[in-house]
């Protein structure tokens, strides 16, 4: 396994043609831009944990049934700071460094004398985001990098803090149709507060001057929620959207604060400041769309940890979503170096199993009762309690024939979930809080993807990597929620990566397009390649086979040559048409 994780991988800076088998679709054109660890010793040194490495970012451009390869390391301060040391003088997230004490690049590190929160790295090493026509690659620090997608070159340092006021920002965004982008981020003891800061960046702004189209200034707040405690706020890798609602989980894995302040002078890494809190309950959080504010009924369900949310929709007055959960942290403990490398297959058994399961959240739930079916949404609005409590009693009196629209006055320790969709169930407490529980859907898998064009809606198909024993992906897996069935992908000594859905232009079916996949190799005779899928049949359409050092990465996006097109037909911008408003493709 030493092959896969613990060797520093080579950048493959011009384009290389692969080999292509098969028949790539005429209609796929564009590029798939990933991003992982690649390096993961400098000089001497060596990082703990496989999250550590130096970002790498990689390309598969595909063209008229051609495809070409590149790499190239993130060009970040970290990067530059540990390469001129000939050492590792950042932190990350396993492992704590010093600055060398000759350069003073990251003096700030030292900080942790007179602020709570010392400077992080900008080795932005998990995922891309798209921002407005800019991309950039993240972590979950308050800094981003952009990059130009066609060359992979490096460009401007993001602090986020400069337009949202987050100490740490989630590497998973979500889009919304017009390509604005929608994240989360943790301020940490700002003003005597610890909060969840909800924001939005515009995809486009309608600015004149060539300063004000930078749409990162444009960042609005839309919502925040005061962590529960101070000095303990969750962790947390991703959250859930549905067409009004968003949905943030308030997990018992947990940061201390003043753990992460005294790190540097402990000599530990931020790893050891995160804890799994086994007592704990984790906490759901709805937060409507429209008025920027949480559904006030408080929503729980027993200790878990999630990493990836799948997907989230609206149905008859409830909010399901569907994510990977976990029984505790143990995840991040497999990744350490030393358990990938020497006796893998002892030191890397996985002790919780990552599983899909279902949640329910029942939308409106008061003292009175809790609303079910198709009551009308204007109604939900504007009802006030008083007209609510006369409509329940009119209801009651007079039911509905179709009994399409009805009020109920849930008892205790009933279960609020009526919907088709699901058989978890939301139980109503004494106090008012509403106990969740879900149902589990499918047992090892991980990396979840769906045709993005679904996100927030129902949906039908999850694309993600299955895992076994190990947290090592050995095969590709198509699981259809409705069916509860799954088509898979695998082949000897290839480890893939993240599947990517691409729709087909035009598409009418939910799985119509294919699966990209990058597919490491370990056995010597076959190269590392671009596996083509075709999603629906999870059949092999072509592969893409490289000769170069492929690395197994962690997140990506696939950008369709359309954008660039429609870049190339716009004429060259100058200060005086800068104007244009017009919406993008998005593919996240
Ligand atoms: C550096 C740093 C962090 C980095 C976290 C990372 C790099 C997490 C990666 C998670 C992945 C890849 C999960 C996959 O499911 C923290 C803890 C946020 C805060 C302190 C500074
Ligand atoms: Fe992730």
Not at 316 to 325: K, L, P, S
Not at 423 to 446: F, I, M, N
Not at 469 to 482: A, E, G, N, R
Not at 575 to 581: I, K, M, V, Y
């Amino acid at each position: 396994m030493e092959i896969i994780f613990g060797r520093n991988k080579k950048e493959q800076l011009e384009p290389v043609s692969a080999r292509v088998t098969g028949k790539i679709p005429a209609w796929l054109q564009g590029t798939l831009l990933r991003n992982g660890p690649g390096m993961h010793t400098v000089g001497e040194s060596r990082y703990n944990h496989w999250f550590d490495g130096l970002a790498l970012l990689h390309s598969f451009s595909i063209r008229d049934g051609e495809v070409f390869y590149r790499s190239k390391y993130l060009q970040s301060d970290t990067y530059s700071a540990n390469i001129e040391a000939n050492k590792i003088v950042v932190s990350e997230f396993g492992t704590m460094a010093y600055p060398d004490p000759c350069k003073n690049i990251f003096s700030k590190a030292f900080s942790y004398l007179s602020h709570t929160i010392p400077d992080f790295t900008d080795n932005c090493l998990i995922n891309i985001m798209r921002c407005g026509d800019d991309f950039y690659a993240t972590t979950e620090t308050n800094y981003i990098r952009k990059i130009n997608p066609q060359t992979l070159e490096t460009l401007d340092k993001v602090d986020y803090r400069k337009y949202v006021a987050v100490n740490l920002a989630t590497a998973h965004p979500h889009y919304d149709a017009a390509g604005n982008v929608l994240n989360m981020g943790t301020s940490i003891v700002d003003n005597g507060r610890t909060k969840y800061v909800m924001f939005k960046i515009p995809a486009t702004v309608p600015g004149t001057k060539k300063k004000e189209k930078n749409p990162l200034k444009h960042t609005e707040v839309f919502c925040s929620i005061p962590s529960r405690s101070l000095l303990s706020p969750s962790y947390y890798h991703s959250f859930g959207v549905t067409e009004n609602y968003v949905i943030f989980l308030e997990q018992p894995f947990k940061l201390d604060i003043l753990k992460m302040a005294t790190a540097y002078m402990r000599g530990v890494s931020w790893a050891s400041c995160m804890s799994f809190h086994r007592e704990d309950k984790t906490y759901i959080h709805i937060i409507d769309q429209r008025t920027r504010k949480p559904v006030p009924t408080k929503f729980y369900t027993d200790p878990m940890v999630v990493f990836h949310h799948v997907n989230a929709y609206e149905e008859e007055g409830c909010v399901v979503f569907d994510v990977i959960a976990y029984e505790d942290s143990s995840l991040y403990q497999l990744f350490y170096l030393a358990n990938l490398n020497q006796n893998f297959e002892e030191n890397s058994r996985m002790t919780s199993v990552p599983t899909l399961k279902r949640f329910a959240v029942p939308l409106h739930v008061d003292k009175f009762g809790v609303i079910c079916c198709n009551f009308p949404a204007h109604a939900q609005d504007s009802i006030s309690r008083t007209s609510l409590v006369l409509y329940q009693w009119t209801l009651r009196k007079h039911p509905s024939e179709d009994g399409s629209s009805f009020l109920q006055n849930a008892e205790v320790g009933s279960n609020l979930i009526k919907v088709p969709s699901t058989r978890a169930t939301a139980l109503k407490e004494k106090d008012g809080h509403v106990y969740c529980q879900p149902e589990v859907l499918y047992k090892g898998l991980e990396l979840p993807r769906i045709n993005y064009a679904h996100n927030g809606k129902p949906y039908r198909y999850i694309y993600a990597a299955e895992v076994q024993w190990s947290p090592i992906p050995t095969k590709i897996l198509k699981y259809d929620v409705l069916t509860k069935s799954s088509l898979k992908w695998g082949e000897e000594c290839c480890w893939p990566a993240e599947p990517v859905f691409v729709p087909t232009p035009g598409a009418k079916d939910e799985d119509d397009g294919v699966i990209l996949s990058a597919i490491v190799s370990t056995d010597p005779q076959k190269l590392p390649f671009l596996l083509i899928l075709d999603a629906k049949t999870f059949t092999e359409l072509a592969r893409a086979s490289v000769h170069a050092d492929l690395h197994l990465d962690l997140h990506g996006l696939f950008i369709p040559d359309v954008d660039r097109s429609a870049e190339k037909q716009t004429p060259a911008v100058t200060q005086e048409d800068e104007n244009s408003d017009a919406p993008i493709t998005q593919q996240a």
